[in-house]
């Protein structure tokens, strides 16, 4: 594991390549139980983002966002999803056997104001994913190419999917991250 986190204003990364950790690429994020940071200021060009239906973060474990099914197209479990809020409140991070030694890792997060997301990620853009607004980034650091999708799912909250592949291209990444973002999504109560 590294003993120094690397937060740019990227977007959230899953993994170390041990799959016992991973960083967190964006502005430092507060330890669980802090406020979370304040947003820049936005110009009123910025639209307000797309929410199909409201939907509830309260009371959802970000271990329960996804399933063993979910994830079949990148591999089965190494190990037991497990919370990591010491890292980002409110994830969970997924390892899985995809054929590497390391495996891969998603990410879930039950995860901060999308605005905010919005604005410290400026290199992503905006697709709607059923009816709601999801803030997508993709960026390659070294040999490593990390992807967030970022998923509005009410006016103060948002659901956060990361996943990380060495030598991985972004639009295959984008293409197997889109239905984990759905699942997530559905998974989550109405507000």
């Not at 966002?65 to 197209?73: H, K, M, N, S």
């Amino acid at each position: 594991m590294t003993s120094s986190r690397t937060w740019t204003a990227l977007a959230l990364t899953a993994l170390a390549l041990t799959g016992c950790s991973y960083s967190v690429n964006g502005t430092p994020l507060p330890g669980a139980g802090s406020a979370p940071p304040s947003a820049p200021a936005t110009s009123s060009a910025d639209a307000p983002p797309k929410i199909g239906r409201q939907r509830s973060v309260a009371g959802v474990d970000p271990c329960s966002l996804l399933t063993t099914g979910d994830l079949a197209d990148i591999g089965p479990p190494k190990k037991e999803p497990a919370r990591k809020d010491d890292v980002i409140p409110e994830s969970c991070q997924y390892v899985l056997d995809d054929g590497t030694p390391a495996g891969r890792t998603v990410v879930t997060a039950l995860y901060q104001k999308y605005e905010q997301v919005r604005a410290r990620q400026a290199k992503g853009s905006e697709e709607v994913l059923e009816g709601h607004s999801a803030w997508v980034l993709c960026d390659l650091s070294g040999n490593e190419m990390a992807c967030t999708v970022t998923i509005a799912v009410n006016a103060n909250r948002s659901v956060l999917v990361a996943m990380t592949q060495p030598g991985g291209a972004a639009e295959r990444m984008l293409a197997v991250m889109r239905p984990l973002v759905r699942s997530a999504l559905n998974r989550l109560p109405p507000a």
